[in-house]
Every structure is written in structure tokens, then in C-alpha cells.
């Protein structure tokens, strides 16, 4: 019975990581569309490419 509990929390955990893990990934591609973006702005508005 004691070692059914251990893996009950084992994947609380591994589902808590991945909630996290989605979510930082998420917010990655979010900062790499704006960049995206903030670059083609930059390119049609005539001020160079940076």
C-alpha cells in the first residue's frame, strides 16, 4: 500500500512541471514573436534592420 502513494506524488509532480514547463515555453515564443514583429516594423518603416 505505501508504494502505491509514491507515485501518486511522483506525477502530481511531473504534471506540475509540465503545467510549467508549457508555460515557459509559451512566454518564449510570445518575447520570439514580438521580436519577430518589432523587426519587420523596423524593416517596412525605412530605419534599417537591426
Known amino acids: 500500500m505505501g508504494?502505491?502513494?509514491?507515485?501518486?506524488?511522483?506525477?502530481?509532480?511531473?504534471?506540475?512541471?509540465?503545467?510549467?514547463?508549457?508555460?515557459?515555453q509559451q512566454t518564449l515564443n510570445i518575447q520570439n514573436n514580438m521580436a519577430k514583429i518589432k523587426h519587420k516594423i523596423v524593416i517596412i518603416s525605412g530605419k534599417g534592420g537591426v
Do not use: A
Open 3 to 24: 508504494e502505491d502513494k509514491i507515485p501518486d506524488i511522483d506525477l502530481k509532480e511531473m504534471v506540475n512541471q509540465g503545467k510549467e514547463e508549457i508555460l515557459d
